[in-house]
Nanobody, 124 residues
Framework: QVQLVESGGGLVQSGGSLRLSCTAS????????IGWFRQAPGKERERLSC????????YYADSVQVRFIISRDNAKNTVYLQMNNLKPEDTAVYFC?????????????????RGQGTQVTVSS
């Protein structure tokens, strides 16, 4: 079964940290660009970060630059999103997506696979 599963979400106080995991099954993650996105109730989907499949180029949205770090562990078929200095406005459902095309994933949300998401809640 081909799927992406996110984990690591939860409730954290403002200023705290969480590390989200995006684990693939049924396919090899290192052949895909992986992006992290989020969506809060009543808001549009927001791109956060993306890591390329060819050379590990990393892109970040301005809103999370410096605070969030994306990385991949190919041995575990997993991509991580380390989130530091979390703020209440970071509260959302976070999900990952995979695409064979890095720029299409980042610019147009072109996806081959996407996960169901994990809830992140930041209290003030």
């Amino acid at each position: 079964q081909v799927q992406l599963v996110e984990s690591g979400g939860g409730l954290v106080q403002s200023g705290g940290s969480l590390r989200l995991s995006c684990t693939a099954s049924g396919f090899t993650l290192d052949r895909y660009a992986i992006g992290w996105f989020r969506q809060a109730p009543g808001k549009e989907r927001e791109r956060l970060s993306c890591i390329a499949n060819v050379d590990d180029t990393k892109y970040y949205a301005d809103s999370v630059q410096v605070r969030f770090i994306i990385s991949r562990d190919n041995a575990k078929n997993t991509v991580y999103l380390q989130m530091n200095n979390l703020k209440p406005e970071d509260t959302a459902v976070y999900f990952c997506a995979a695409s064979r095309w890095f720029l299409k994933l980042w610019q147009t949300f072109h996806t081959d696979y996407r996960g169901q998401g994990t809830q992140v809640t930041v209290s003030s």
